[in-house]
């Protein structure tokens, strides 16, 4: 079974960081660029970051440049994303996937940056 399993999500504060790891289990991660999102209570689902196969180039929303930072090591077939100087609007599920999304949305999981 194809799976992305997103952990590393907590409650942290305002200024706070968190690093969230997004492991695959029953494919190659190394083929694929891979993206992570976030779905905030009452909003739709967006992109966050998104980073290529070979980890060469990356791209973030402008709501997160500078304080976030995507990584990837296949040996270990697990995508990273590295949240620092949180707000209180970083607040949300996040969601990783393959670039275009190919694989089933997991459970996420959940930042909340509160003081």
């Known amino acids: 079974q194809l799976q992305l399993v997103e952990s590393g999500g907590g409650l942290v504060q305002p200024g706070g960081s968190l690093r969230l790891s997004c492991a695959a289990s029953?494919?190659?991660?190394?083929?694929?660029?891979i993206g992570w999102f976030r779905q905030a209570p009452g909003k739709e689902r967006e992109g966050v970051s998104c980073i290529s196969s070979g980890g060469a180039s990356t791209n973030y929303a402008g709501s997160v440049k500078g304080r976030f930072t995507i990584s990837r090591d296949n040996a270990k077939n697990t995508v990273y994303l590295q949240m620092n100087s949180l707000k209180p609007e970083d607040l949300a599920v996040y969601y990783c996937?393959?670039?275009?999304?190919?694989?089933?949305w997991g459970q996420g999981t959940q930042v909340t940056v509160s003081s």
């Open positions: 996937n393959t670039l275009p999304p190919t694989i089933a």
């Open positions: 029953g494919f190659t991660l190394d083929y694929y660029s």
